[in-house]
């Protein structure tokens, strides 16, 4: 749900969001790391572009940056022509 959770973008709001985030990583990151990816899938049907890996920004390591990786292979996504 945090991974999700619309934001206001001021500098606070992001600062306690990537807090709660990190704590929740720690605690289930393969859970986070699946919404993440079902966010990719929905932006990438709904609005052709991709505006969620600020909300997992605090949390990169290793596992995240493998299942990001792997998703930027994923022939079902969209690619917008400009």
Do not use: F
């Not at 985030?21 to 605690?27: D, F, K, N, S, V």
Request: aromatic letters at 4%.
């Amino acid at each position: 749900m945090l991974a999700s959770y619309p934001l206001q973008r001021d500098d606070a709001a992001m600062e306690y969001h990537h807090r709660m985030i990190r704590t929740a990583y720690q605690h289930a990151s393969a859970d986070i790391i699946a919404i993440c990816l079902a966010q990719i899938d929905q932006q990438n049907r709904e609005m052709h572009s991709l505006n969620c890996l600020h909300l997992v920004e605090a949390c990169w390591d290793s596992q995240l940056e493998d299942a990001l990786l792997g998703k930027v292979c994923d022939t079902t996504l969209g690619h917008s022509r400009k």
